[in-house]
């Protein structure tokens, strides 16, 4: 499930880079003040690279998702570095904002220390021989 809401942040990251590009042409003072078209670009492309990582690790979550339930062993150890990592980032995201974003980042470092606490004590499950 964290896979799939990344990989919607990251479709929702990916429009607003879009929307932000395209709006920046229809700035007037664009072409009054020097180098601000540039800067206006290099903002966008900037998000452009953060959500190709956005999209990237939720793809990464959604594999790594797909495989622990068939019981390898790879993708526990891996999904329990994705989710600390998922922790860690949305812990970030605690600190500003209002209060709803708060409630969210709270949300997804709950929902990620439940996957580390869930993945380190399901051993026995992944040890065994044959995953069905």
């Given at each position: 499930?964290?896979?799939?809401?990344?990989?919607?942040?990251?479709?929702f990251l990916?429009?607003g880079?879009a929307?932000f590009?395209?709006?920046?042409?229809d700035?007037?003072?664009?072409?009054?003040?020097p180098?601000?078209?540039?800067?206006?670009g290099a903002?966008?492309?900037f998000?452009?690279?953060?959500t190709?990582?956005?999209?990237?690790?939720?793809?990464l979550?959604?594999?790594?998702?797909l495989?622990?339930l068939s019981?390898?062993?790879?993708?526990?150890?891996?999904g329990i570095v994705i989710a600390?990592i998922?922790g860690v980032?949305a812990?970030?995201?605690i600190?500003?904002g209002d209060?709803?974003?708060?409630v969210?980042s709270l949300?997804?470092?709950a929902a990620?220390a439940?996957?580390v606490?869930a993945?380190?004590?399901?051993g026995?499950?992944?040890?065994?021989?044959?995953?069905?």
């Amino acid at each position: 499930m964290l896979g799939v809401l990344t990989l919607l942040l990251g479709i929702f990251l990916l429009l607003g880079a879009a929307l932000f590009a395209g709006a920046a042409g229809d700035i007037p003072s664009v072409g009054e003040m020097p180098g601000l078209g540039g800067m206006v670009g290099a903002v966008a492309g900037f998000v452009f690279i953060v959500t190709l990582i956005v999209v990237g690790f939720g793809a990464l979550q959604l594999v790594t998702g797909l495989k622990v339930l068939s019981g390898r062993g790879w993708a526990r150890t891996t999904g329990i570095v994705i989710a600390v990592i998922g922790g860690v980032l949305a812990l970030a995201g605690i600190g500003g904002g209002d209060g709803g974003s708060v409630v969210i980042s709270l949300a997804f470092v709950a929902a990620n220390a439940f996957v580390v606490y869930a993945l380190a004590t399901a051993g026995p499950w992944f040890g065994r021989s044959s995953p069905s």
